[in-house]
Antibody, heavy 121, light 107 residues
Framework: EVQLLESGGDLVQPGGSLRLSCAVSGFTSRMYGMSWVRQAPGKGLEWVSGISGSGGDTHYADSVKGRFTISRDNSKNMLYLQMSSLRAEDTAVYYC??????????????WGQGTMVTVSS | DIQMTQSPSNLSASVGDRVTITCRASQTIRSWLAWYQQKPGKAPKLLIYRASYLESGVPSRFSGSESGTEFTLTINSLQPDDFATYYCQHYDNYYITFGPGTKVDIK
């Protein structure tokens, strides 16, 4: 069974840092792009960052560019999101998501259950 | 930047109704559009990809269509399990943007 399991969400002060992790199982992770998508409380979905199957190609939303870093370790079947200079507006549930196709990285067929990040003093 | 709009933002319907949700792109996006269903406290679920292709395991009462920059999600014979929020998503590799969502609730 294909599964994604996020962890690392926490309460952090503005300006602080946090690393989210996503454990991947049930498929050959290096074959698929992965992304982080977030959802602020009561709001819609916002794509945050994506990474190619090999890890050599990374992309970011303008709202997080220069503050967040996505990475992956295919040998450990893990996806990461390093977040720094956190702001109140980064408060959200963060989902990791798997690309549906190895040839198209932006449509997601498997999602994790989400991990909550709260940025507040 | 490509903007995605959805209408209506809220929709009240009854079990058995035929429901239509529209998503419009601010410019041509070819068929790079997906639809997701999300229930409270849960992750989104992929329903439709490439505008009209039904994801495996999704009931056939769900369908997608396109006409230019207008995309439609249709639910034939709404079921109790279908009350949820629906999002469209434009994707073109890592250019990804979601619509604001349409909440379908019980009339």
């Amino acid at each position: 069974e294909v599964q994604l399991l996020e962890s690392g969400g926490d309460l952090v002060q503005p300006g602080g840092s946090l690393r989210l992790s996503c454990a991947v199982s049930g498929f050959t992770s290096r074959m698929y792009g992965m992304s982080w998508v977030r959802q602020a409380p009561g709001k819609g979905l916002e794509w945050v960052s994506g990474i190619s199957g090999s890890g050599g190609d990374t992309h970011y939303a303008d709202s997080v560019k220069g503050r967040f870093t996505i990475s992956r370790d295919n040998s450990k079947n893990m996806l990461y999101l390093q977040m720094s200079s956190l702001r109140a507006e980064d408060t959200a549930v963060y989902y990791c998501a798997k690309a549906r196709s190895s040839s198209s990285d932006g449509c997601f067929d498997v999602w994790g259950q989400g991990t909550m990040v709260t940025v507040s003093s | 930047d490509i903007q995605m709009t959805q209408s209506p933002s809220n929709l009240s319907a009854s079990v058995g109704d035929r429901v239509t949700i529209t998503c419009r792109a601010s410019q041509t996006i070819r068929s790079w559009l997906a639809w997701y269903q999300q229930k409270p406290g849960k992750a989104p679920k992929l329903l439709i990809y490439r505008a009209s292709y039904l994801e495996s395991g999704v009931p056939s009462r769900f369908s997608g269509s396109e006409s230019g920059t207008e995309f439609t999600l249709t639910i034939n014979s709404l079921q109790p399990d279908d009350f949820a929020t629906y999002y469209c998503q434009h994707y073109d590799n890592y250019y990804i943007t979601f619509g604001p969502g349409t909440k379908v609730d019980i009339k």
